[in-house]
């Protein structure tokens, strides 16, 4: 009896020390998830405010930059910064740093280390170019013609409808063609080729969306004017 309450207590003892041990080990994984979720959560402000100042306000740039370092490296960072000062005022420069991609490399409670992909986008008095919200009319010389061609198409078919002229193929017929290449180009430079580098930063504008949906209308207006018209019939012998 007394060998099976001492067996019993034995194995008591190393249950808990084995529950010990998977807890110990549990929290520990819990606290480097709990590190690594907020080391990747400040790592993007951090590099995006250390590897990006506008000419304009440098100093305020640079302060931004310096609360995110620590140690030696804050030390190297002013004295770069302070080395980049006259060149940047100089050349009135403008980067600005995104980050791309962002990587474990290891994680502990107190200590992680972190692997980060940085795009820099850079603008000074040397490089020609614009920034800020431009209109499809600035940017896209030749199409801006075509597309206020394809937005005139309406207003043609409806003068041919009040002066009742007659067609060789359904009235809203060729509206709706002219339309759909609307639609096409539209789609094209909206998606496929956005004006400007790099394309990923361009964004578009409630403009664009409208331009799409006038064309779409315009689509849906030409199709249903051309099925409610009955197609001219020729003379037998005649192509």
């Known amino acids: 009896m007394r060998k099976q309450t001492l067996a019993l207590i034995a194995a008591v003892v190393a ?14 994984a819990d606290q480097r998830d709990a590190a690594a979720r907020h080391a990747l959560a400040a790592s ?14 440098f100093d305020t740039s640079v302060a931004n930059g ?64 614009e920034t800020g919200a431009l209109s499809a009319w600035a940017v896209h010389p030749i199409l801006h013609w075509l597309l206020l061609a394809a937005a005139a198409a309406p207003l043609i078919l409806a003068w041919i409808i009040a002066r009742d002229h007659e067609l060789s193929w359904p009235r809203g017929e060729m509206t709706a063609v002219v339309a759909m290449i609307a639609v096409v180009l539209i789609l094209y430079v909206g998606f496929v080729d956005r004006p400007g580098q790099p394309s990923s930063q361009i ?3 409630i403009g664009w969306l409208v331009s799409l949906l006038g064309a779409i209308l315009m689509v849906i207006g030409g199709a249903l004017r051309a099925s409610g018209t009955e197609r001219p019939r020729k003379p037998p012998g005649v192509l």
């Open 66 to 129: 310096q609360s995110f370092v620590t140690g030696a490296f804050a030390t190297e960072y002013g004295q770069t910064t302070a080395a980049l000062k006259p060149t940047a005022v100089s050349e009135k420069a403008v980067v600005r740093a995104a980050v791309s991609s962002t990587g474990v490399v290891s994680a502990r409670a107190n200590r992680v280390e972190l692997l980060l992909f940085l795009n820099q986008y850079r603008r000074n008095a040397n490089i020609d170019g």
């Open 44 to 57: 993007t402000a951090a590099a995006q405010a250390i590897f990006s100042y506008d000419y304009r306000s």
């Open 15 to 28: 249950l808990i020390a084995v529950a010990t041990v998977a807890l110990w080990f549990h929290r520990g």
């Open 203 to 205: 964004s578009l504008q």
